[in-house]
Every structure is written in structure tokens, then in C-alpha cells.
């Protein structure tokens, strides 16, 4: 089954302990990307990248690291958490195509509370 | 300014009633991609429909149609007979730039909750 997985799905941790959000795709996507949802905001893009080994920051990359060393997999790192930082974290991917059109997949999103 | 802008923060629709939510957005790029999001209170993301810049024709999914107005900048989601399972909240997103461009700028979203 095509799907994009995050882990964990529910974390709850305290200031300054360092965690990772791994994140991991089976459809030979190219382009993969790091949101976070916050109440009224809608979604916000953390990093993104276009390929293994390239990444680029979104609009909200701030307190957060990512790496793209395989294709598959694009871990979210907080290197020094802090509670702004709770939220509802999604992982995506889509395909690089010139058509616009291909949506990107979701994985089903990790909620982090950090206290 | 605001990229994507919902309007409706929330709304209410009575089982089997079409509803329309509401999306406009800004850009000076000509080409660009308007996709339709749907999060169900489970939290999981679902793609339900795409509308291209250039597509002469309103793109349709089934039950979701979205009615494309280019002069206007709106892209409003229309759900025909609506389902209890249609209770969600409900995301506008645009992806705009050039071909290398894959960035989806999104709005802050509708709660649409269906009435039995």
C-alpha cells in the first residue's frame, strides 16, 4: 500500500530534550516536505526537499532540522525543544513532475507536546 | 496579504444538501495549481481535488466539484448531497511558481459539520 508513515504519533516531552520525527515514504517520491498545523493557522511548511541530500526551508523552519540522506526518508529533528513547538506535525511527498497537478501525500500526522 | 484566504471559519449543511466553501487566493504568477484538502477529526490529510490555472473545464471528483473563477481568484469547493462522513474540516491550498516549484501554500481552513 502506497503511504507516507510518521513516527511517533503522540509524543509528550519537556524542554530541551532533543527528539526526532521520523518520516519515511514508499512511493519513490522525489519531493518531500514538513508541516505543522496550529489552531487557525492552517498548515505551514518547516523544510522541504527535492532530493536525496538537497533541503530547503519552508516558511516557518526555525528550532527545527531536517536530512534527506535516502530517498525514502526525511526525518524532522528538534534539536532543543521548546512549548511553542507543540503541535500537529505532518510529513508529505509527491512526485516531481512538470505538471502541476500531482498532490502531495500525507502521512497521518504527529502530535508533539512539549512541556 | 493572505495567499489563500477561507472566509468561512465554519458552517453548518443539512444531510443530503449541496454546500459550498469558499476559497480565494492571490498570486501574479499565471501558472499555478488549487488543490482541496480534506481532515476528518481523526487528523489524517485526503487530497480530494485539483484545479490547473489552464484547465478550460471545473474540475469534478464524484460528490466534489470545485467552481473555478479566474478573474475572481476563487475556487470554492462545492459538496452535492451532503454525508454525515462529510463533517470535517475542510483546507484550500495553492501550489504556484514555476515548474520547479512544488510548495503548497494553504488556507486556514473550514469546518464543515453536517446536520442529520
Known amino acids: 500500500e502506497a503511504q507516507v508513515t510518521q513516527n511517533p504519533r503522540y509524543l509528550i516531552t519537556v524542554t530541551g530534550k532533543k527528539l526526532t520525527v521520523t518520516c519515511s515514504q514508499n512511493m519513490n517520491h522525489e519531493y518531500m516536505s514538513w508541516y505543522r498545523q496550529d489552531p487557525g493557522l492552517g498548515l505551514r511548511q518547516i523544510y522541504y526537499s527535492m532530493n536525496v541530500e538537497v533541503t530547503d526551508k519552508g516558511d516557518v523552519p526555525e528550532g527545527y532540522k531536517v536530512s534527506r540522506k535516502e530517498k525514502r526518508n526525511f526525518p524532522l529533528i528538534l534539536e532543543s525543544p521548546s512549548p511553542n513547538q507543540t503541535s500537529l506535525y505532518f510529513c508529505?511527498?509527491?512526485?516531481?513532475?512538470?505538471?502541476?497537478?500531482?498532490?502531495?501525500?500525507f502521512g497521518d500526522g504527529t502530535r508533539l507536546s512539549i512541556l | 496579504a493572505q495567499k489563500i484566504t477561507q472566509t468561512q471559519p465554519g458552517m453548518f449543511v443539512q444531510e443530503k444538501e449541496a454546500v459550498t466553501l469558499d476559497c480565494t487566493y492571490d498570486t501574479s504568477d499565471p501558472s499555478y495549481g488549487l488543490f482541496w484538502y480534506k481532515q476528518p477529526s481523526s487528523g489524517e490529510m485526503i487530497f480530494l481535488i485539483y484545479?490547473?490555472?489552464?484547465?478550460?473545464q471545473n474540475a469534478t471528483e464524484g460528490r466534489y466539484s470545485l467552481n473555478f473563477q479566474k478573474a475572481r481568484k476563487s475556487a470554492n469547493l462545492v459538496i452535492s448531497a451532503s454525508q454525515l462522513g462529510d463533517s470535517a474540516m475542510y483546507f484550500c491550498a495553492m501550489r504556484e511558481g514555476g515548474a520547479g516549484s512544488y510548495q503548497l501554500t494553504f488556507g486556514k481552513g473550514t469546518k464543515l459539520s453536517v446536520i442529520p
Open positions: 484545479q490547473g490555472s489552464y484547465d478550460q
Open positions: 508529505a511527498s509527491s512526485p516531481l513532475s512538470p505538471n502541476r497537478n500531482q498532490p502531495q501525500h
